[in-house]
C-alpha cells in the first residue's frame, strides 16, 4: 500500500522483490513463445515446396490424408516387381486334408 511520508511530498513505494519479479518476467516470455513462436518461425521461415519442413507444426484448419488413394499405385508398382514365394492352390489342399480325415 502506498504511503505518504511525513516530511516530504514523495510517495513511499514498497520494495519489490526483484527475484518474484524476473520470475514472473520468465513465465510471461515463455508463456508468449509458447504461443507465438510456431508463427514467428512460419513467418520468416515458411516451408517451401518439395523441401523438408523444418519442424513438425500444426495445421490450422482440418487435414484429410487418404493413404490409400496416395499409394495405391506406388503399392501396385512394387508388388508387380516380386514374384511370389509359393503359389496358394486351395483345391489341393482341401483334397489332401480330406483324405487325411478318411
Keep these: 500500500m502506498l504511503e505518504w511520508e511525513a516530511n516530504s511530498s514523495r510517495i513511499k513505494v514498497p520494495s519489490v522483490n526483484k527475484v518474484k519479479l524476473f520470475l514472473n518476467l520468465i513465465f510471461v516470455l515463455a508463456v508468449f513463445f509458447t504461443v507465438y513462436l510456431e508463427f514467428i518461425i512460419l513467418f520468416f521461415r515458411a516451408p ?37 514365394i509359393y503359389v496358394y492352390l486351395p483345391k489341393v489342399h482341401i483334397t489332401a486334408l480330406s483324405a487325411r480325415l478318411h
Aim: hydrophobic share 35%.
Design 48 to 84: 517451401q515446396s518439395g523441401e523438408a519442413a523444418y519442424f513438425t507444426f500444426r495445421s490450422l484448419t482440418p487435414f484429410n490424408f487418404d493413404q490409400e488413394k496416395a499409394f495405391k499405385g506406388l503399392r501396385n508398382a512394387a508388388i508387380t516387381q516380386y514374384s511370389p
